[in-house]
């Protein structure tokens, strides 16, 4: 596989792509890279039709910009969009955090299921969530890294079509307030804001 050198500012983040650090990935990720270079190179589509959308290296790509570097190292492939998107989710299965809301608007429940998901992980993130009873089996705790994103999906279960619309503008607007970058973030602050004024 040839790996080549590319300008930085010729590459395009895809308008998809769902994978999130947090802050503690970020400045791990972000220390690595200025110690050792970007040594895993970030996976490009050069189909006409996608030509340079980033399909894996999404976060480096941002930490490498950050950085100021002019060219990083890339892996090119040629494929449709359909194949492209399936593959930054098996790229990105079994690392960093998932953006919930455009996993859930950018993918088929189904497809995501083929490419390694259980229903558990998407089952409170999915536009089908109110067609679906809750499932007992699965439980809530305060421990591990995903407590925070199991809450916010557990809030999405309670919405519905009527309602649903007005959250996401009211969570927007809050994020707008927060300077918040994603829903987990929001809901956590607002909930703090609230906490702090009893």
């Not at 030509?51 to 449709?80: A, F, W």
């Not at 989710?89 to 955090?97: A, D, E, F, P, S």
């Not at 079509?161 to 300077?179: H, I, R, T």
């Not at 829903?183 to 609230?194: G, P, R, S, Y």
Request: charged fraction near 30%.
């Amino acid at each position: 596989m040839k790996i080549i050198e590319h300008n930085i500012n010729e590459l395009i983040k895809s308008e998809y792509n769902p994978r999130e650090l947090s802050k503690k990935q970020h400045q791990e990720l972000t220390e690595s890279i200025t110690k050792f270079g970007l040594v895993d190179p970030i996976i490009i589509n050069t189909n006409s039709s996608r030509k340079n959308i980033i399909v894996g290296g999404h976060q480096r790509y941002e930490i490498c910009k950050q950085l100021g570097m002019k060219t990083v190292p890339c892996v090119e492939i040629d494929m449709s969009e359909e194949k492209e998107k399936e593959l930054n989710i098996r790229l990105n299965k079994n690392h960093g955090q998932w953006d919930f809301e455009i996993l859930a608007n950018n993918f088929d429940v189904d497809n995501l299921i083929d490419w390694g998901f259980t229903e558990k992980e998407i089952k409170f993130s999915t536009p089908e969530i109110n067609e679906v009873e809750q499932d007992e089996s699965i439980s809530f705790d305060d421990n591990g890294e995903d407590y925070m994103p199991s809450q916010v999906r557990m809030v999405q279960l309670f919405l519905d079509s009527n309602n649903e619309p007005v959250f996401k503008e009211m969570c927007q607007k809050l994020a707008d307030s927060y300077n918040t970058k994603n829903l987990t973030d929001t809901i956590f602050k607002a909930v703090e804001n609230e906490s702090n004024k009893l």
